[in-house]
Nanobody, 123 residues
Framework: QVQLVESGGGSVQAGGSLRLSCARS????????MAWFRQAPGKEREGVAV??????SYSDSVKGRFTISRDNAKNTLYLQMNSLKPEDTAMYYC??????????????????WGQGTQVTVSS
């Protein structure tokens, strides 16, 4: 089984930056590709970025502003978020055991989820 714990969320003004972390424990093939999703109130959970050992892929809404990365030695996944906008406000989740780049996939294609971390961007 895989356990995922996110951290790093908070409140920032538009144009600011945050870095999210996702600590991974447990063992399984699901570690190969991991992703970040987000869900705003009243909206469906949407994919933001996905990473494999050799590539990454991003949604159009965050491309050029967000960067997904991983530190395998620390078993940690990251999401660096720059030039944040109010529309980036959402609960952010890391996910594992799902599609690999270039596919971001849908939320129901992932089997492991963290509890989420809130990101709020004010104008």
């Amino acid at each position: 089984q895989v356990q995922l714990v996110e951290s790093g969320g908070g409140s920032v003004q538009a144009g600011g930056s945050l870095r999210l972390s996702c600590a991974r424990s447990g063992y399984g093939r699901s570690e190969r590709c991991m992703a970040w999703f987000r869900q705003a109130p009243g909206k469906e959970r949407e994919g933001v970025a996905v990473i494999s050992p050799v590539s990454t892929s991003y949604s159009d809404s965050v491309k050029g502003r967000f960067t997904i990365s991983r530190d395998n030695a620390k078993n940690t996944l990251y999401l660096q978020m720059n030039s944040l906008k109010p529309e980036d406000t959402a609960m952010y989740y890391c996910a594992a055991d799902g599609p690999c780049p270039p596919r971001l996939g849908n939320w129901y294609e992932y089997n492991y989820w963290g509890q989420g971390t809130q990101v709020t961007v004010s104008s």
